[in-house]
């Protein structure tokens, strides 16, 4: 192999590397973003919001180096679909990040004020992300479309876990209308990680599309 074709190769490699760092940072931002809304820990949740740079410029450092390959390399085929395909990962995997620190913003602007009835769905749905999210990750590492499909049925748990949440916090609501701003925080949290699930989504279909040049709505 000439030493042009293995930069290029490297490049590729570099790129797929990037993108599972990226995607171990937001993975640990909505660890600790659940972590600090049930422990109503301020310190913790200013820990995910001060990493959201980090993520921020490594999103953006993808986007370069996926901008410098299609430019300057001219991709074809199969690389020319996983460039563009992390292209479309690193753009999600940015918006979990910023999902995950909007959650930490809660929790620094709620404190223990937040826990106005018990987390049992919230933290349960971050717990299905994460895992959701390693496995994705596992699917682009190995290039195996089928368990990016399979991935994806965990979302109809993160729906229903979603709407038994929202439920249980508009009848708080009716009943106690005095703790609506705490409840109001809560159903935007809820929002946000059901929302990360649909980000995975996003993620599992571009994996699907890098292997087999095909696209399927998975979300």
């Not at 717990?127 to 999210?133: D, G, P, S, T, V």
């Not at 249980?168 to 929302?195: C, F, Q, S, Y």
Request: net charge negative; proline share 2%.
């Amino acid at each position: 192999m000439s030493p042009y074709r293995e930069r290029y190769h490297k490049k590729l490699d570099d790129l797929v590397n990037l993108t599972e760092e990226l995607a171990n940072q937001v993975n640990f931002a909505i660890e600790k973003a659940s972590t600090s809304l049930q422990e109503a820990d301020v310190e913790l949740a200013k820990e995910v919001i001060k990493q959201d740079q980090n993520m921020d410029d490594m999103s953006q450092k993808i986007e370069n180096l996926c901008m410098e390959l299609l430019a300057l390399q001219q991709p074809m085929a199969k690389d020319l679909r996983r460039v563009i395909g992390i292209l479309k990962i690193a753009i999600d995997l940015e918006r979990i990040g910023d999902l995950a620190v909007d959650v930490a913003r809660v929790t620094t602007q709620s404190k223990d004020k937040i826990h106005i009835t018990k987390l049992e769905y919230i933290p349960r749905m971050a717990e299905i992300n994460r895992k959701m999210l390693t496995q994705t990750m596992e699917a682009l590492q190995n290039g195996d479309a089928d368990l990016a499909r399979q991935v994806t049925k965990w979302d109809y748990e993160i729906d229903g876990l979603y709407v038994k949440a929202r439920d249980k916090i508009l009848k708080l609501i009716i009943e106690k209308p005095d703790v609506i701003n705490e409840a109001t925080a809560l159903i935007v949290v809820n929002r946000h990680m059901e929302r990360i699930g649909d980000h995975i989504g996003n993620i599992c279909e571009a994996s699907v599309y890098m292997v087999e040049a095909k696209r399927e709505h998975l979300n």
